[in-house]
């Protein structure tokens, strides 16, 4: 009897997926979206334009690193980021969604980090190329466990923070955001289909900064989690 497998002519990759807090349960990964410049004070450290809109990037779902995880140094970089962020994920979705409609899609929150080969962010900048170079490598998004809606609410504001060997970097509010959830996913919307198993990183506030193989990086969102992963040799 043929199977399912047999229908590919290699074996299928596994699904990406997020841990669900205090379960055994996943939330499977379809797609992650990141948010650009949505934290003044980040803005400003990056020496971007403070009134323009953010806008969104993609990384691939099996970058997704677990709590308590390692991330490999990645090649061709000596200046990777950290950026702590709130991650949104969506139990279901649509194109054009009303912001006012926007958090019926909520399925939970986490705790994330946008790694960022910066180099090679900025040299594509600087030449109008893509940046998937600089943030959609291999592990670049560290994921903490996944809290439901229906258990904690929507955090609109709360100590969003991040350090490195027992010494804070980043320290900011969630009511700091220039666009909230709603709008974020409300503004995404416009652009692509949303559906159940979008993940979003929602930006990060200042103080992002390097970090090299040996570092513990630990961060925490209020009321929403946790997430630990340390920085691993080159492979």
Not at 13 to 36: E, Y
Not at 85 to 99: D, M, Q, S, T, Y
Not at 107 to 127: C, F, K, M, P
Request: aromatic residues 6%; charged residues 25%.
């Amino acid at each position: 009897m043929n199977t399912q497998a047999d229908r590919y002519v290699i074996p299928p990759p596994p699904q990406a997926a997020i841990a669900v807090a205090a379960t055994s349960r996943l939330f499977p990964v379809r797609r992650i979206w990141c948010v650009g410049r949505n934290y003044i004070e980040h803005i400003r450290e990056m020496g971007q334009d403070e009134r323009a809109p953010p806008f969104f990037f993609a990384k691939p779902a099996d970058a997704i690193v677990p709590d308590g995880g390692t991330v490999p140094y990645p090649p061709l970089t000596k200046d990777m980021h950290h950026e702590v962020e709130l991650v949104v994920a969506l139990k279901g979705g649509g194109l054009r969604i009303k912001p006012e409609r926007a958090l019926d899609f909520v399925y939970g929150y986490a705790v994330g980090i946008d790694l960022t080969r910066r180099d090679l962010q900025i040299a594509s900048r600087e030449v109008k190329r893509p940046w998937e170079i600089g943030k959609a490598f291999d592990a670049s998004a560290p994921c903490g466990p996944l809290r439901p809606a229906s258990e904690i609410g929507h955090p609109s504001k709360g100590r969003i923070r991040l350090s490195v060997n027992g010494e804070v970097r980043q320290d900011g509010d969630l009511n700091q955001m220039i666009w909230n959830v709603p709008d974020t996913i409300a503004k995404l919307s416009e652009q692509v289909a949303l559906a159940a198993g979008d993940i979003i990183m929602t930006g990060t506030p200042s103080g992002v900064a390097a970090t090299v193989p040996g570092d513990r990086i630990e961060c925490e969102v209020d009321g929403v989690g946790k997430l630990t992963v340390t920085i691993a040799p080159p492979l």
